[in-house]
């Protein structure tokens, strides 16, 4: 095909082959050509002005992009919302291009439009999802300047673009310490972190940060999204909840506390009565005895006082990042000759991957060592052969776990176990009842729990349970300390 | 009232409530005997059986109210009238009648809290023993 047949068929054919709907206008703004694309698209437009065609309007558009074009000669192209044949809004991409007669005048405009409206769609649901989705999403730039933020986090934390995320989420001058979004921005990886921001109104904002890398190809991660979740009134719950446990526990306390009294006035009353029978008898011998127990009863009651006391006061946790398997295996070296003594089987089952964690070591090392030596007595009363105490190590669901396991039958099936985790003495004149309080004390200020389980015949098994969420902010308060 | 000299057996751990409540019984002319734990407690019974039994309920190894059902439910030692005496409450934690509730076992004779007063325990040891004399006439 010669290029000048080439030239007479593109003449006929370019306006059919070329992906646009394509109308040409003339300086009337009358519509004097068009594909069938934007037939297909507007109908009817012969004898039609471009607005009427486009817009199904009566006069020309108030700001009329085709007679600038007229006017200056320069190309345009911007988004235009028309009808389509059903009436219907739609978005379309226009091109306004001048074509120029021989003197160089404009004498016509070729309209090139797309329609758009399915995209356009898409971004005002996408719009509408980033503004109203139930958290704060925010876009950083390398400098930790906020380029984008949703309505969310405007309402929050005010309107804040251009500003460092630090200052607006913390009122901070510099960047925090552990920055989840400089640690994306390092690796490309997602990251998530809790922290705690200031409102625009000035309160206090518990909330759990993701950082996750926004890249458009580019090698170096220019902008990261930070996505955050308003975690303030499930903070309160749980605070809530803690306390709760706490005045269940000041309440179970009280109830120990008042066993020991009723059993000391027992011996009190005890010693009165046989001292008075004694006088009256003129029996020297049983006054003795009777002072004997008033003597020993009213001691009991200092110490209880004294034991109680240094409970209540308690003492700081001080807590260090340290390997929990470590603790473990100073209290098998602690009580093993003891374990031996007794022919118990005193053995550790640890989990080697447990990472160091953030606790109170004399704390846990006080919680092991009353559960091993609870246990140990639990065996020592036991007639079985095969006895042993097992003291386990764990990670479950976010959950350093601690297990101290006995197979003594010492405990009483229906009651001990009760007794264990309402802390009450079992050990006669000996014990005061604190030592299981006491632990359960350790545990709480750990923000964890300790749960017994035990069987007829099958010992007694205690599980500690320190949430690692609440361990890390152990270590958050010791810090800001 | 008391014809002969009943014999009573103490079981609790704490030997400054032994001494008293044997004190008492001794000066009501009752033969008190004890017994710091249960084990003790049936090596004694298995020898010789007392007229009522005083039982605390916190004690090591194994507490009053397992060594209750298990006298309930042996034969030899079921009619032996049973008092408890602890400084539990007996509607708390650890309430004796919600253990023993679907046991099909009798409930314990009488429950006094710790520290007893000599009166109401010497009336609750009479009042159940003139009923063990009518049920066994």
């Given amino acids: 095909m010669s290029p ?15 992906p646009f709907n394509v109308a040409i206008i003339d300086r009337q703004l009358s519509v004097i050509r068009a594909n069938s694309r934007f037939e297909k698209a507007f109908g009817e437009w012969r004898g039609k002005k471009c607005y009427e065609a486009y817009k199904n309007l009566n006069s020309a558009c108030q700001n009329c992009r085709a007679m600038k074009t007229f006017t200056d000669g320069k190309e345009r192209v911007m988004d235009e919302v028309g009808r389509d044949l059903n009436g219907r809004r739609a978005h379309y991409l226009c091109h306004l291009a001048p074509i120029r007669n021989e003197s160089g005048e404009v004498v016509y405009i070729a309209g090139l439009s797309h329609d758009i409206t399915e995209s356009k769609d898409r971004e005002r649901e996408f719009n509408i999802f980033f503004e109203r989705v139930p958290c704060y999403i925010t876009v950083i730039d390398r400098d ?3 380029i984008r933020a949703n309505e969310r986090f405007r309402d929050t934390f005010g309107d804040t673009i251009g500003d460092y995320c630090y200052k607006i989420y913390k009122r901070r001058s510099s ?14 990886g997602t990251h998530t972190s809790e922290q705690l921001g200031i409102t625009k109104a000035g309160q206090n904002a518990d909330y759990v940060v993701t950082t996750t890398p926004l890249t458009r190809g580019e090698e170096q991660i220019e902008h990261v999204i930070e996505i955050s ?19 269940a526990a000041v309440g179970q306390t009280v109830a120990g506390l008042a066993h020991s009294i009723k059993n000391i006035l027992m011996g009190l009353e005890g010693g009165k009565y046989i001292v008075s029978v004694g006088l009256k008898k003129d029996d020297k011998e049983m006054i003795a005895q009777g002072w004997e127990m008033l003597e020993r009863n009213f001691e009991k009651t200092t110490s209880l006082v004294k034991d109680f006391l240094s409970f209540a006061k308690g003492r700081l946790p001080e807590v260090q990042s340290i390997d929990p398997n470590d603790l473990v295996m100073e209290i098998i070296e602690l009580y093993k000759e003891i374990a031996k003594k007794s022919g118990i089987d005193l053995r550790a089952e640890l989990d080697n991957t447990i990472k160091k964690t953030p606790l109170d070591p004399k704390g846990i090392h006080t919680c092991l060592t009353n559960l091993v030596s609870n246990a140990l007595d639990a065996c020592e009363m036991s007639d079985k052969n095969d006895r042993f105490v097992c003291i386990k190590t764990k990670e479950e669901k976010g959950m350093l776990i601690f297990e101290v396991t006995d197979n003594g039958c010492g405990m009483d ?24 309080l006491t632990t359960r004390k350790i545990i709480q200020e750990h923000g964890g729990k300790i749960i017994v389980h035990s069987k007829k015949g099958e010992g007694a098994h205690f599980r500690i349970e320190l949430p690692r969420r609440r361990l890390k902010s152990l270590l958050h308060k010791e810090e800001e300390q | 009232m008391i014809q002969k000299r009943n014999k009573i057996l103490i079981i609790d751990d704490e030997p400054d409530a032994v001494n008293y409540l044997k004190a008492v019984l001794c000066e009501n002319n009752i033969e008190g005997i004890s017994a710091e734990n249960s084990k003790i407690a049936w090596e004694s019974l298995e020898k010789d059986k007392p007229d009522m039994i005083c039982l605390d309920i916190m004690m090591p190894r194994e507490s009053g109210i397992s060594l209750y059902v298990r006298l309930r439910e042996d034969r030899r030692f079921a009619e032996i009238p049973v008092i408890i005496i602890s400084g539990v409450e007996p509607a708390g934690e650890f309430d004796i009648y919600k253990f023993i509730a679907n046991k099909k076992i009798p409930p314990p004779e009488k429950y006094i809290e710790k520290p007893i007063r000599v009166e ?10 003139e009923k063990e004399i009518l049920k066994h006439k």
């Fill in chain 1, 4 to 18: 000048k047949n080439l030239d007479k068929m593109l003449d006929s054919a370019l306006m059919e082959i070329i």
């Fill in chain 1, 413 to 436: 099936c229906d009651i001990k176990r009760k007794i264990f985790t309402t802390f009450f003495t079992t050990k006669g004149g000996g014990g005061t009842g604190l030592g299981l």
């Fill in chain 1, 144 to 146: 930790y300047k906020i």
């Fill in chain 2, 120 to 129: 109401n325990f010497i009336k609750a040891i009479n009042e159940i023993l």
């Fill in chain 1, 175 to 188: 960047r925090c310490t552990h920055c989840p979004a400089a640690k994306t921005f390092n690796d490309g």
């Fill in chain 1, 229 to 247: 979740t308003d975690i303030t009134e499930m903070k309160m719950l749980e605070k809530e909840v803690l306390e709760a446990e706490r005045l």
